[in-house]
């Protein structure tokens, strides 16, 4: 089957909520690739090859080559923020690229302002910001969002949009009757519930404008019931949680290897300490709480320890997060695993990852703006499980467990590309070769 997907012309917006660290790192890339100055490594999209047909058929092309994405010439930034400096200041301050790069594509950072944020201080308890809209209800500032969309959209000539989130962690939620129904979300919205949180009006306002919506945070945002149905109902895409980028990303890379060779894992202890704006809201045990349920479920999907018990059924997995300022972006995360091998024999692995989360960021917001928009104009709705390759927790039907094994989620995701392009999947079975 070939599935059609319409042309990527004209010019596409990404919608940032949330203009910091992440974000401007993203766009000083962008703009930066765009001259040539720097290359986009990391990116999927930008780098990434995909096999097609029998080995014996070398047909590799480039991702971008193989579908039609959109160009990073045709990108146009928009976003909100509760600070009300352009992205060039906000580049500066987070300190994540050098002063050398960023002056390099000053002008073009400069010219990106935020727009007022949707903020509560409820749901993000050590940030205070006073570029913030102000409302009635929570309906009346989705309504504002919209408005800074249509307007965004109509100055700059916009053919399509999608919205990334990259604000910051909010506090732990969970689903309640407010969110069960598209009728009950909208009815809490005009009533101020407090069990809504500013993602879930971003997300809203993106869904109801037709708009593919990712999550890059923890937050609940669009993933309930209610924002499901508004998906389906509007046929968008939506896709979350939580970039995947550093210690995670690790444990996304080693489990499937330790349960591939059936290694026993008895502990696995991780702490990072961590100094950017995203360390200073994960101070607040709240927001930490949003955090951990991200990262603790990676190992329990990937093991399977209802499958595996004497491996795996009494693991111990703590994970610690401590603000430490002078770090800045430049995260560094520890962790000790404790595995056992044949006759139960212990081993240890030690792990000290001084990785730069921005830089590993960046690139994920980027190719999930573009394989969203690729999405949206493949009449793909609803939860886009294909993309879990990007993130910590991924969102899932309801009747089936989350994938977080790296390797597994990539070949989900190439052989999605395959599918709606009427390639044959890939298997690697390979007999035929040896027929």
């Not at 919608?15 to 660290?21: D, H, I």
């Not at 302002?113 to 993000?124: C, E, G, H, I, L």
């Not at 703590?318 to 081993?347: A, C, H, Q, T």
């Not at 990007?390 to 094994?405: C, G, I, L, R, T």
Request: glycine share 8%.
């Amino acid at each position: 089957m070939t599935q059609r997907i319409a042309p990527a012309e004209g010019k596409l917006g990404v919608l940032l909520p949330g203009l910091g660290a992440v974000s401007t790192t993203l766009i000083a890339g962008v703009f930066a690739a765009r001259k040539g100055i720097a290359q986009p490594h990391g990116s999927l999209t930008q780098n990434g090859t995909i096999r097609l047909g029998k080995r014996t058929e070398n047909r590799s092309p480039k991702i971008n080559e193989f579908v039609p994405l959109t160009k990073i010439e045709d990108i146009v930034f928009g976003g909100w923020d509760i600070f009300p400096e352009n992205t060039y200041e906000a580049a500066m301050k987070a300190g994540v690229l050098a002063p050398e790069l960023l002056a390099q594509v000053r002008t073009e950072m400069e010219a990106i302002k935020p727009w007022p944020a949707v903020f509560d201080r409820r749901f993000v308890k050590r940030l205070e910001g006073t570029h913030v809209k102000k409302g009635a209800n929570w309906m009346e500032l989705a309504e504002q969002l919209m408005d800074d969309i249509r307007t965004f959209q109509k100055e700059n000539g916009l053919a399509r949009l999608v919205m990334v989130w990259c604000g910051s962690t909010e506090i732990f939620l969970t689903p309640g009757p407010a969110h069960q129904t598209l009728a009950a979300f909208e009815k809490a919205m005009k009533e101020n519930d407090p069990t809504i949180a500013p993602s879930m009006v971003y997300a809203y306002a993106a869904l109801k404008l037709g708009i593919p919506y990712a999550n890059g945070a923890p937050n609940l945002s669009a993933d309930t019931p209610a924002l499901h149905e508004l998906a389906m109902e509007n046929r968008v895409p939506v896709a979350g949680k939580d970039f995947k980028t550093g210690q995670t990303l690790m444990k996304t890379i080693l489990a499937p290897g330790f349960k591939a060779r059936l290694l026993g894992v008895s502990g696995w202890f991780s702490t990072n300490i961590l100094g950017n704006r995203d360390g200073e809201v994960l101070d607040d045990p709240e927001s930490f709480k949003t955090k951990e349920e991200s990262k603790l479920s990676v190992l329990g999907s990937i093991f399977q320890p209802h499958l595996y018990p004497e491996l795996y059924g009494e693991l111990y997995h703590k994970v610690r997060i401590n603000y430490y300022p002078p770090r800045g972006d430049n995260k560094e995360s520890w962790d000790n695993i404790d595995i056992f091998g044949w006759l139960g024999y212990p081993m240890q692995i030690k792990i000290n990852f001084l990785c730069r989360d921005s830089i590993l960021a960046a690139p994920i917001v980027l190719d999930l703006a573009l394989f969203m928009d690729m999405a949206g104009r493949s009449e793909m709705r609803g939860i886009q499980e294909w993309l879990s390759f990007y993130f910590k927790s991924p969102v899932h039907a309801p009747s089936v467990y989350p994938e977080h094994d790296l390797f597994i989620q990539l070949m989900k995701l190439k052989n999605t590309l395959r599918y709606l392009k009427g390639e044959e999947l890939i298997t690697h079975l390979g007999i035929e070769y040896y027929d």
